[in-house]
């Protein structure tokens, strides 16, 4: 008798299980310099260091193909601009409600109240230092985000994996491709599609070793940390994932309601994402899939191709939410008492900073840097909770791709164009039963 093939959720999942008993075992035995840090440094960490790159190697190559032939394919400029204003503002009205509901959680609940930081342990944030000092030498401010968005030398930000510059460069270029005549038009074209779908089989490929990476990351983090670390500050962690959950479940489940969505059907249709997003703390590692769903569930390929990648820097909901809970976690660990208006400044600051600097390496941290010195925050107090940094971004990365699959379903629907036929035969084809209403 032939065994059932495991889906990938389930080997993600098991190597999650495994990669948690695995790193606890390996922090039992402490740092002794010896076979555990031997393990670490040339087992486990390249292991997942593999997968990172696999997935970093492929994203670029996608977002460029699929927008191109996207973008040509819609070829009228004011379309394409009327689709690109509605999906910044629905991004920005939803980042901020996000920060506000995070500031709700926070002042409702107080999870920085009646702390000790001496039982606290301190890790070392001075690498998000050294990048907040880098992104604040250079203004911060509109015109300097706007500027940043147009690639001097569009080979460096492919090289650097800038994907905002990278962004606006494949929307110019299949603009311009799509005003030149078919014999010249559509060889190109064709060319480009055939790339982009290389591309997702190269991912499907990829994705056969994302159980290997998903333990080796796992085990390298449980390994480092242990659950020790957790426990002075269960009542932060217990507080983001609560505020995710209801962010994604009654937040999203409006907005997704709102357009004839049901936010359940979206999450099962993404649960190989969403396990795979919060086992390895990353958008990247999903952003390919999340593209291919979303156009399979009925989004049209452009529309996909634009709102997903613009969404990895704009649209970050968990990281939002996360940041403003963070704030005041350390505002309360202080015994700092921030007024209504300190709350509204803070705010409006995570507004900004949130996105003029998004898609640099820790990302929250640097933000968070760069926004509570404006509210008389210290910043050494980030060092508390840098130690469980990654066990509350796998919650806010989950998250984000939720948001923004559910973004490109909203663009999608707003404008006109969503294929509700195609979206219910593959709700059916993928959850089963009736198809959807």
């Known amino acids: ?11 993600i999942l098991i190597a999650l299980v495994l990669g948690v008993i695995a790193g606890s075992a390996l922090h039992g035995m402490g740092a002794d310099g010896g076979t555990r840090d031997w393990l670490i440094t040339n087992i486990l960490t390249p292991a997942g260091q593999i997968f990172i790159r696999l997935i ?22 004011r379309k394409l601009g009327r689709i690109g204003l509605k999906t910044i503002v629905y991004f920005e009205i939803i980042t901020t409600v996000a920060i506000v509901i995070g500031l709700f959680f926070a002042d409702t609940f107080q999870p920085g109240a009646g702390i ?35 690639p001097a030398n569009v080979f460096e930000a492919i090289v650097r994996g800038e994907m905002l510059p990278i962004i606006f460069f494949s929307v110019i270029f299949g603009l311009a491709l799509s005003t030149l005549p078919a014999a010249h038009r559509d060889p190109l074209v064709q060319t480009f599609r055939s790339i982009s779908e290389t591309m997702f089989k190269v991912t499907h490929m990829v994705m056969r070793y994302a159980p290997v990476g998903v333990f080796a990351l796992i085990a390298v983090t449980v390994a480092t940390f242990g659950f020790a670390s957790l426990l002075p500050l269960a009542k932060l962690v217990v507080l983001v994932y609560a505020a995710v959950l209801f962010f ?41 899939r999340i593209m291919e769903k979303m156009h ?41 008492d921030l007024t209504l208006m300190q709350q509204l400044l803070l705010v409006l600051t995570l ?21 509570l010195g404006s509210v008389g925050i210290p910043l050494e107090g980030l060092a508390f909770i840098a130690g469980i940094d990654r066990i509350l971004d796998m919650a806010r990365t989950a998250l984000n791709v939720v948001g923004n699959s559910l973004a ?30």
């Not at 970093?56 to 400029?77: E, F, N, R, W």
């Not at 949130?354 to 840097?369: D, M, N, Y």
């Open 351 to 371: 507004m900004v900073t949130s996105k003029g600097i998004a898609g640099v390496p820790g990302v929250s941290f640097v933000v968070l840097l760069a926004t």
């Open 56 to 77: 970093k190697m492929i994203v670029v190559p996608i977002v460029i193909s699929s927008l191109i032939v996207g973008i040509a394919g819609v070829g009228d400029a």
């Open 116 to 150: 000790d930081m001496r039982q606290l342990t301190t890790s070392d944030i001075s690498q998000y230092q050294r990048t907040t000092e880098a992104v604040q030498q250079g203004p911060h401010s509109l015109v300097a985000t706007i500027l940043g968005l147009i």
């Open 296 to 336: 399979a569930y009925g989004a049209p390929q452009p529309i996909a191709s634009f709102v997903i990648p613009t969404g990895y820097s704009f649209n970050l909901d968990g990281s939002t939410l996360y940041q403003s809970i963070a704030a005041l976690f350390l505002a309360q660990l202080y015994g700092i």
């Open 1 to 11: 008798m032939r065994l059932p093939r495991l889906s990938l959720a389930w080997q």
């Open 408 to 437: 490109t379903l909203v663009i999608a629907k707003w404008e006109g164009q969503y294929d509700a036929a195609q979206g219910a035969r593959y709700e059916h084809e993928v959850l089963g039963g009736a198809p959807a209403p």
């Open 248 to 288: 994604a479940l009654v937040v999203l489940g409006a907005v997704a309601r709102l357009f004839g969505f049901r936010i359940l059907r979206l999450i099962r249709l993404l649960k190989d994402e969403l396990i795979l997003a919060y086992s390895t703390a990353s958008s990247e590692t999903v952003l390919p």
